[in-house]
């Protein structure tokens, strides 16, 4: 059983950053897929980032392009996002999620069997 647990998330100004962390466990196959999502109030949830564990390849969504990092410290077993210049659009709780996979490229569909809590970010204007 996969459990992810998040953490990283706060309040800061608009053009600030923040760096997200999720810390997982019961890994037992070699590629997965690991990924940033986020919900806002009355708003569906959206994928943000996405890598996969074996290849290293990542995926964005067009919104944080340039201005999200999403990586891996396979040693700690240990997701980030790393977020810059964040805008009052980024306002969400954000969730680790994660999936097995065969491919080496992953995006944000089939769905995400995995998950965390999530974490609050709340930027401010």
């Known amino acids: 059983q996969v459990q992810l647990v998040e953490s990283g998330g706060g309040s800061v100004q608009a053009g600030g950053s923040l760096r997200l962390s999720c810390s997982a466990s019961?890994?037992?196959?070699?590629?997965?897929?690991m990924a940033w999502f986020r919900q806002a109030p009355g708003k569906e949830r959206e994928g943000v980032a996405a890598?996969?564990?074996?290849?290293?390849?990542?995926y964005y969504a067009d919104s944080v392009k340039g201005r999200f990092t999403i990586s891996q410290d396979n040693a700690k077993n240990t997701l980030y996002l790393q977020m810059s210049s964040l805008n009052a659009e980024d306002t969400a709780r954000y969730y680790c999620a994660a999936r097995s996979t065969s491919f080496l490229v992953c995006g944000f569909q089939p769905t995400y069997k995995y998950w965390g809590q999530g974490t609050q970010v709340t930027v401010s204007s």
């Open positions: 019961g890994y037992s196959a070699s590629h997965y897929c």
């Open positions: 890598i996969n564990t074996g290849s290293g390849t990542t």
